[in-house]
């Protein structure tokens, strides 16, 4: 992974952003380390990256700004970091290039290398990752966020996808019967989905893949100091 | 023909049909409308007497923003008069200055006003029935029943004001007062009547609050007068030319 960190002060992001599900969800530095957890037959595992130039540079940068914490990576590879209690967000920098979690044992998720996975299979790696978003009934993509204001809070819901009728093929073979829903777009355009498994519980499925180059002039919703 | 701008405060969007006034034509005439239901079905009343300068000012809003005469309108609580206008499959709400009407309309004999009296003439005391047309501005009684808020369409700063496509403001009393004892005053008399659960209140052209609550029969809601709201415990008028 390649990681081009922003000029400090850090500019705040306005943009496309998912606030965090508990404690565990998303990417975190732990440890000292850049990782997601994943949840296995096991139990709960911290799944971390594969230690390259990127993602050290990274994990120095937020551990002398923040110790620690959650970071989002947007689709577009614009990497935000939530400050406290999520009421503001920067952008830290932007990433390219391959990135490879390393789980127990001999489980590895290459997010460049998953053609071996097909849409509607299982999800091999963390479900809690990426920016939330709901796929429509034609395959588009929107996502809605909000900012805390002085008045209150403003949302925006934007159209962040077009119409994509194989990404909803996708969506279809991971939750049979419907044509709209949740769905998570991770690092490299992945898009995921929690699917009910015959026991009820959830599970993340695959979808399929949208290219990070569609997500274009997502530079109006950076605001420099 | 003059200029007219988009309106920089709440738009009532999603509401009942109650909620509106209208403008439509009756017996040759263009007057004043509500959507009256006691539970006896849904029926239109006209105001009684001439208001033909709020008639007019609509029509002309209407016209000169790319709708036909007639529709609905709102007059909230600063006296501002906000025209909808249908605008590629959503409405635009914009100003239609200042009006200060008293509206009355003649309902089975008797005539009905959207002041805070009763059909005796008596005024009314929080907790009693509504029984006068609905028009009115949506807010919130938040969850928990301790702030209240509206939901708005954002606009741009510059003048004239455009519409920030897909954003929404949601605007906090807590936020706009920052006084929690401001914010305790505004809310009791809605909490009063709605509880924690909070809920959508209305509040009129006379600032009169009053909120629907399930009659219990599955079939119909009454509407409860809930009080005055005090301007000094209130969201701040919008900036208007």
Redesign the interface.
């Given at each position: 992974m390649i990681f081009q960190p922003e000029a400090f002060p850090f500019p705040r992001w306005l943009g496309p952003y998912s606030p965090a599900r508990g404690n565990n969800s998303g990417f975190r530095i732990r440890g000292g380390q850049l990782g997601a957890h994943v949840v296995t037959d096991g139990g709960r595992e911290f799944w971390t990256a594969q230690q390259t130039r990127g993602v050290l540079d990274l994990v120095q940068l937020i551990k002398a700004h923040w110790q620690g914490g959650r970071i989002v990576f947007l689709p577009n590879g614009f990497v935000v970091k939530p400050l406290q209690k999520e009421t503001e967000r920067v952008l830290i920098g932007r990433v390219s290039d391959a990135l490879t979690l390393n789980g127990d044992g001999c489980h590895v998720l290459d997010f460049s290398n998953l053609r071996y996975l097909t849409p509607g299979s299982s999800w091999p790696g963390p479900g809690t990752i990426g920016l939330e978003s709901k796929i429509r009934s034609d395959g588009s993509l929107t996502s809605g966020w909000?900012r805390p204001?002085?008045?209150?809070?403003?949302?925006?819901?934007?159209v962040i996808a077009g119409s994509n009728a194989s990404l909803l093929d996708g969506f279809q073979k991971a939750r049979p019967g419907e044509n709209s829903g949740r769905v998570r777009i991770t690092v490299g355009g992945h898009v995921i989905t929690n699917g009910d498994e015959r026991d009820g519980s959830l599970q993340p499925h695959y979808v399929g893949r949208v290219a990070p180059s569609i997500f274009r002039n997502w530079e109006r919703w950076i605001e420099g100091r | 023909m003059p200029e007219y701008s988009l309106y920089r405060g709440l738009w009532p969007q999603n509401v009942s049909k109650l909620a509106k006034y209208g403008v439509r034509m009756v017996n040759g005439e263009w007057k004043v409308t509500v959507h009256y239901d006691l539970g006896e079905g849904l029926m239109y009343l006209a105001v009684e007497g001439s208001e033909t300068d709020i008639v007019d000012r609509v029509n002309q809003i209407k016209q000169a923003c790319g709708g036909q005469s007639g529709g609905v309108f709102y007059i909230n609580e600063y006296h501002h008069l906000i025209v909808p206008v249908a605008h590629d499959g959503t409405s635009h709400y914009f100003y239609g200055g200042r009006v200060n009407p008293d509206f009355t309309f003649e309902f089975e004999g008797a005539l009905l006003t959207t002041k805070p009296i009763g059909r005796d003439g008596q005024p009314l005391s929080p907790g009693d029935p509504w029984i006068g047309p609905r028009p009115g501005i949506p807010y919130v009684l938040a969850a928990g029943g301790n702030d209240i808020?509206f939901?708005t369409p954002?606009l741009t700063d510059v003048a004239p004001p455009s519409v920030r496509a897909?954003?929404?403001?949601?605007?906090?009393l807590s936020?706009?007062l920052r006084d929690p004892a401001l914010v305790a005053r505004a809310v009791r008399p809605i909490w009063e009547v709605r509880g924690h659960h909070g809920g959508r209140f209305y509040v009129n052209e006379h600032g009169s609050a009053f909120t629907p609550v399930d009659r219990g029969d599955g079939n119909c809601l009454n509407y409860i007068y809930c009080g005055q709201i005090d301007p000094a415990a209130w969201f701040s008028e919008p900036p208007v030319l």
């Open positions: 909000y204001t002085d008045y209150g809070q403003e949302e925006t819901q934007e | 808020y939901e954002a897909g954003v929404t403001r949601k605007v906090m936020k706009v």
